[in-house]
């Protein structure tokens, strides 16, 4: 069985596809009781990694391990996994697609949670979306899997109702299982007890999102002129990002942000360093590698 | 437009107060109240951010803020059809077109000289990543793509308000930090912007924040005046808080978080500053439960 070591290993991982290198040299594992978020911009790599994961796929070099083993038929069945699109069968009940997954796996078949039986007898398609999002982490979580695979598990939901869905990752996690959870928005990272970051197929960046962030920081300029002061430093090119009133520019120095300023922030800006946020960091390292949108 | 009494009204004379918006408006879905009596002011030169989860309302109120559904009571103030931008949801854009034909189109249907529409739209796509992908159908676009030229579309005949539901939706980081600066640069040149999310932390890059739960106001006003209005106090828990705190109780960032009601003494642990997040959580948790002074309101209305 699993011993100690860690459930999923991915050892320097690549997958082509024809000319095109999808993974390159992918390195990373799940631990029991981890929550390990995989952030990456669209065409990182993410999505053929997980497929490496699930098995769906094979790699083209590098060596994936689940539980010790080379994925399989065995080992998908101690993986939960909750797609993007949900995986459910819409003209199904919450009850009927856990029992389908519970044969289709050849686990025991598990009661829908206290939450979920005034709905077992409706038909899926006609849930709302947030439902229909516990029936999918309940039909994941039936089987008591070691290992949890999640793809953008929270999209759509409620602050309230991803606190709620969080609690449900953090309590499997608790319980020994291994989360791999990707996602959009930093502030699910939080939520993680590491992080890896993705661009153009390699992983840029491991950590905690402390870690990750570093020493990075940026330049805030505040001023009620902030229209003026945007159209100013738009003029001088640099990254400018609007937060509330503020304005943040990552990659430029305060003097550097003054001097294109030139006085547009009107008499009252005030300008100032701060700590980067997970997001620009990101930024940092995802977008030098990745080439620009056009030619993708 | 005249205003009639008990019925909806709208009116253009919504800018003598620096803006566009809604007031006290209910729409009526399928025998339930889909909006209940919401406001929401969207000022010039700012964006506006309405935030909730799927079934909230954002939709309803975004497509009456736009023209697109009258509700069964209160007043809308927007500008004349002309001078609105509707992003829906559903995309906007033309899949079977370019992504040239779509801005040629958009200026057409609005009566803008194709040359002034190039022009104005040269600029946007280059600082977009879109220069590139000016002959590609936009049906062959990645979503952030697609979605950046909705933007530029609703953008091009210049706005005085900008309507966007659910921009980013399902976009990954680096899409999303170039539609929000269209976003901001739509906002620098004087429109009113007002966009829909269930995220935040992107919420909380606008000025100002409207929270909906099922068609309910959960928070409103600028993230500081929300932050500064959450009833009662929050504290913070290393373990599973036990009894009757766990249903004031969530997880985040591996810790745990109890909200105490104005009046209830708090059990262990450490008092803590709510943030935004903090904020509409408990807001919705005061909802749930159904505590009194379940609407966090900021001053500005």
């Keep these: 069985m699993t011993g100690s070591g860690p459930l999923a290993v991915c050892d320097r991982v690549s997958r082509q596809f024809g000319e095109f290198t999808a993974v390159s040299e992918v390195s990373l594992e799940v631990g029991a009781g981890e929550i390990v978020g995989l952030l990456g911009a669209n065409g990182a790599g993410k999505t053929t990694l997980i497929r490496m994961l699930l098995g769906l796929l094979p790699a083209s070099a590098g060596k994936v391990l689940l539980f010790g083993n080379p994925p399989s038929r065995g080992t998908r069945r101690r993986i939960g996994y909750v797609p993007q699109g949900l995986g459910l069968y819409d003209d199904l009940t919450p009850a009927q697609n856990l029992e389908f997954s519970a044969a289709a796996f050849g686990a025991q078949r598990r009661e829908l949670p206290a939450s979920l039986l005034p709905y077992a007898d409706t038909q899926v398609g006609s849930l709302p979306l947030g439902l229909q999002r516990r029936v999918a982490f309940a039909q994941a979580l039936s089987h008591q899997p070691d290992l949890l695979i999640l793809d953008e598990p929270t999209s759509g939901v409620d602050p309230l109702g991803r606190a709620r869905l969080w609690e449900t990752i953090a309590g499997a996690a608790s319980a020994g299982a291994g989360v791999l959870v990707t996602t959009h928005y930093m502030e699910e990272a939080g939520e993680c007890s590491g992080l890896v970051i993705m661009a153009e197929g390699r992983v840029v960046a491991e950590g905690t999102a402390p870690e990750i962030i570093g020493t990075a920081r940026v330049t805030v300029v505040e001023t009620p002129a902030w229209a003026a002061a945007f159209g100013a430093l738009e003029e001088a090119r640099m990254p400018v990002a609007l937060a509330g009133r503020a304005l943040r520019v990552p990659g430029a120095t305060p003097d550097e942000v003054r001097r294109a300023l030139s006085g547009a922030g009107g008499p009252g800006a005030r300008v100032h360093e701060a700590p980067a946020t997970l997001e620009e960091r990101f930024f940092q390292l995802a977008l030098p590698r990745s080439t620009t949108e056009e030619s993708a | ?301």
């Design chain 2, 1 to 301: 437009m005249s205003r009639r009494p008990g019925g909806a009204a709208t009116g253009a004379a919504g800018d003598e107060q620096g803006g566009w918006g809604v007031d006290e408006i209910s729409v009526q879905y399928r025998g339930r109240l889909a909006l209940d009596r919401i406001t929401l002011h969207a000022a010039t030169g700012q964006v506006t951010a309405v935030v909730g989860g799927d079934g909230a309302g954002k939709t309803t109120l975004l497509r009456c803020l736009a023209g697109a559904l009258a509700p069964g009571s209160g007043q809308v103030r927007r500008p004349a059809a002309r001078q609105i931008g509707y992003l829906p949801g559903s995309s906007g854009t033309y899949p079977d077109l370019t992504v040239r034909e779509n801005l040629d189109f958009r200026a057409a249907a609005y009566g803008l000289p194709a040359g002034q529409a190039r022009e104005r739209s040269g600029d946007l796509l280059e600082r977009a990543g879109l220069a590139g992908a000016r002959d590609r159908l936009a049906g062959q676009l990645s979503g952030g793509m697609r979605q950046k030229l909705g933007v530029i579309a609703a953008m091009l005949t210049a706005p005085r308000l900008l309507v966007l539901d659910e921009p980013t939706t399902g976009i990954d980081p680096v899409s999303r930090s170039g539609l929000w600066w269209l976003i901001a640069r739509a906002a620098a040149s004087g429109c009113a912007v007002v966009l829909t999310t269930t995220y935040l932390d992107e919420a909380e890059r606008a000025a100002a924040v409207l929270a909906l739960d099922a068609g309910h106001e959960l928070a409103a006003g600028t993230p500081d005046q929300i932050v500064a209005a959450v009833p009662g106090t929050l504290r913070g828990a290393v373990g599973e808080p036990p009894g009757e705190d766990r249903r004031r109780a969530w997880r985040r960032g591996g810790r745990w978080r109890v909200w105490d009601p104005p009046g209830t003494t708090g059990g262990g642990g450490t008092a803590m500053e709510p943030d935004l997040q903090d904020a509409v959580t408990i807001a919705a948790l005061a909802r749930e439960l159904g505590t009194a002074g379940s609407t966090v309101t900021g001053s500005t209305r």
